[in-house]
């Protein structure tokens, strides 16, 4: 099957209006794809809408939805109406704030988790499970090395990564079967409208090495028929960031802290 037919005939973008969440969406429709593309901001959104029918001929749909609002899956849901959904792109799920969990208030990390985990858990059962029936589709939720275990300045975005990384791979074993494929892309750094405004934030350069937005894309629509993961510049065969006993676990926290007090802990 072609990607249009195995993914088809309508794809979701969830934090679709810049960075890696734009990327998904000009290539998914290049590659036949309408979209339904989701964020908190519609010019952007009917912006890109614009794009992607000049250059792909396709129509998509805009839908400004806050992923952390109460009535955020219902919304999207209102959004999709009838269209039949082969692929659900989970994108939105940085952490704007790089605070340590006691420095802001409890909304802040209550909204970050409820978009980065119930949201996603919600929509995965309402769009996987046409795609079990069809038996045909895909679910990509976009994570990072944070999922790999705790660290200091990002508590919670760590742990609702770890929620992800878990979540993908048990979804996976339970899908691959059934002919619907599942994928956590892990990024590292990658240039990003919102990374950049982090580093900008806390007085940082743009480091040299940033992996682009469209390169992670293509990555994460090419690995996808490979789930459950996918470590941005890493082979399939090594074993990346994740050590298991406790004292690697704690040595690995004790170093992240390190890198992570240079980042987040500095200010202009
Ligand atoms: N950039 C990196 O270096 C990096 C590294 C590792 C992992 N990642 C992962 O890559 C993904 C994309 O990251 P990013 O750097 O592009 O930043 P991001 O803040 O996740 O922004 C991506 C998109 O999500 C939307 N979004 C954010 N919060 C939202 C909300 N509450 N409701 C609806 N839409 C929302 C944004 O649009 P609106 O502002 O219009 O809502 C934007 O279109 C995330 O999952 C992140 O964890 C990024």
Redesign the pocket.
């Known amino acids: 099957m072609n990607f249009a037919d195995r993914y088809g005939p309508w794809a979701v973008v969830?934090?679709?209006?810049?960075?890696?969440?734009?990327a998904f969406a000009r290539q998914i429709a290049a590659l036949g794809l309408p979209c339904i593309l989701?964020?908190?901001?519609e010019a952007?959104l009917a912006a890109l809408a614009a794009e992607i029918k000049a250059e792909s001929g396709v129509d998509c749909v805009v839908a400004s939805?806050?992923?952390?609002a109460p009535d955020a899956f219902e919304r999207i849901v209102a959004a999709v109406g009838s269209r039949e959904v082969g692929l659900f792109v989970s994108?939105?799920?940085?952490d704007?704030h790089g605070d340590h969990f006691l420095d802001r208030g409890i909304q802040d990390w209550i909204?970050l988790a409820q978009?980065n985990t119930m949201v996603t858990l919600r929509c995965c059962h309402h769009f996987a499970e046409p795609m079990r029936t069809r038996g045909k589709g895909g679910i990509l939720l976009?994570?990072?090395?944070?999922c790999y275990g705790g660290a200091s300045f990002m508590a919670t975005y760590a742990a609702s990564?770890a929620f992800t990384l878990c979540f993908a791979e048990g979804l996976w074993a339970e899908l691959h079967t059934q002919g619907v494929d599942v994928l956590t892309l892990v990024?590292?750094?990658?240039d990003?409208?919102?990374?950049r405004k982090m580093l900008a934030d806390k007085g940082q350069p743009v480091p040299d090495q940033?992996a682009s937005a469209a390169e992670v894309a293509a990555m994460g629509l090419e690995r996808l028929p490979h789930g459950p993961v996918h470590n941005w510049g890493v082979a399939d065969d090594v074993a990346g960031f994740a050590p298991n006993s406790a004292a690697a676990r704690r040595e690995r926290i004790l170093m992240v802290d390190r890198i992570s007090s240079q980042i987040f802990g500095s200010r202009p």
């Open positions: 969830a934090g679709a209006s810049e960075g890696t969440g734009r989701i964020a908190r901001r952007p939805v806050d992923l952390a994108n939105a799920g940085a704007p909204d978009r976009v994570n990072s090395g944070a990564k990024l590292g750094r990658t990003t409208p919102a990374f940033v």
